[in-house]
């Protein structure tokens, strides 16, 4: 019977059908009873078939196409094959496995980052997106799983994956996230992490200090002033000033981890990968704020699978590193010591194209981390667009440098738009070469947003409709592109043999 349902589902039955531009995905073909189903595209659109009978058959909405039912890939209709697929829901990574976030904003970038893992061991967070990018690509969370999960589908990736609430800073954000299905939410506190107190003096920070609560003050002082913690093979004293510090940068940010953990994540009734981020910040984390963070974590019963500290030197969107790597290293020894010794990972963010760091993490942290990249993808999509489409590539570079000062409000980034090579220098053939160069790659990375979503006079947006029918008409060539350059990550990582 296997065989038998296998053969209703071929692409020969399909053209008949459906049509000759039916493309079928071959590693979706799935047999259950007597329906069998598989996941097509067609145009820019991607369809559920299905051909048989039994109950799957009857409840996927769709409508009769010969002997095909066709039926759109739709909140409800994925809601259903949930039931049916048990991998294609996304799960926590409760092993606490090397974790590596995926975020695809675009809902196409999937395959490729599916082609890019292989055989690796590293657990993908496929489903990640912060409310910023959300608002930059009119998405919703929920949309955002959708995608991922008809992606798993169609590119047969049974193994475990997750789905990220990635920097949510309010509580009803993480309520959202968790009721619309995901297994991880990134806690960003720096709406309550007070950044006036670190360019202070000993005499101002004493100052406020002393303005503090004298019941808040020495609860912190009995329980941590002056004492010495072993960590790994360093000692670590939280001194009268770098406690007094931490108490006015971090106090109220604890109570919130604390809320959100006792009221959202411990309430939620299946295991959530909870991260702590503390990245967004303007100075780098000292080792004391994070052990005193981490103690304080420990005291309040907060349960963290990974922290996110702000490292030393640059972690600019879209570009390698910069900074000393020799002082990264020292810095990052200590505090992976801290996160080993209260048991839990640390995660880095912006991981996208930090390739002189990745051997570093790779060797050092053995693989007790999570990395998350999220808009290179979004380059290799203008890459291909350099490749395929000079045109709409020229015209989507020209509006992104009308719109970079816009996005500067949104990210910091250093470019120098003089640096970047005039447009009208730069044969068809050529174009492809922006993208290794730092200033255009940060230019069109922060743009994204308005390259999707802004319309001309009359309503119509600039460029997306291009955009999303050449993604789908050249779906091979960005796997191919993905898998290349996420593949570079993976490698250096140390997350996959070479080869
Ligand atoms: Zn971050």
Redesign the pocket.
Known sequence: MEVYATERLDREQLEQSLGSDVKLYPKSVTNLGECSIALVRQGRQRYLVACGSGPIYDEFDGEMHGAIKRCGTTHANRLILNRYLPYTVPSANTAQKPSIGLGDRLGEATGGHIAALGESAVYPIFAQQSIRELNFTDRTFSDVIDSAAWAVFAHGWTAAWGADGD?LKREAEVANALSDGATMITL?SSEQIDNTIQGLDEQGLLARYEALDEGIRSAYEERYRDKAHTIGDVTITLDGTSLARDVLIYDKALTFMQQVWEHQIKECGRPIDFEI?I??TDTPTDVKSHLFIALELKRRQVLVSTL?PRFIGEFQKGIDYRGDLGLFEEDLVLHSAIARHFGYRLSV??GSDKFSIFPILGRLLAGRFHI?TAGTNWLEAMRLMAQKDPGLYRRMHEHALTRFADATAFYHVTTDLGAIKPLADVTDEELEAYLGDDNARQLLHITYGYLLLDEDGAGKKLFRDEFFALLAKEEESYQALLSSHIGRHLDLLGFRTAG
């Open positions: 920097h960003d981020s990245d967004e996110a963010h912006s998350k």
